[in-house]
């Protein structure tokens, strides 16, 4: 069982900063593939960010593209998104998850954290 757990949410004006983390346990993130996610109010959930286990490929939506940026740390066991430039259109719950090796479907989940972006 992996348990995933966000931090680093928060209230930031347009075109500044901010750094997500997501913790994991049960499972070293070097052997998962790891992405965050995030849902507007109305809005479907939808992928941003991605880093593919055991290396460094990522991949990212197209609109957050030299924006954000996905990193692991393995010492810490956390998966960061860096942030930066943020738009209103960005505000969302930010969710990280594993994907099951076996199944290729993101089954574990962490609970969120708010990014709220302010004009």
């Known amino acids: 069982q992996v348990k995933l757990v966000e931090a680093g949410g928060g209230l930031v004006q347009a075109g500044g900063s901010l750094r997500l983390s997501c913790t994991a346990s049960g499972r070293t993130v070097s052997s998962l593939s790891m992405g965050w996610f995030r849902q507007a109010p109305g809005k479907e959930r939808e992928s941003v960010a991605g880093?593919?286990?055991?290396?460094?490929?990522?991949w990212y939506k197209d609109s957050v593209k030299g924006r954000f940026t996905i990193s692991r740390d393995n010492a810490k066991n956390t998966v960061y998104l860096q942030m930066n430039s943020l738009e209103l259109e960005d505000t969302a719950v930010y969710y990280c998850a594993a994907m099951n090796i076996a199944t290729g479907e993101y089954t574990y989940w962490g609970q969120g954290t708010q990014v709220t972006v302010s004009s």
């Open positions: 880093i593919v286990r055991g290396g460094d490929n990522t």
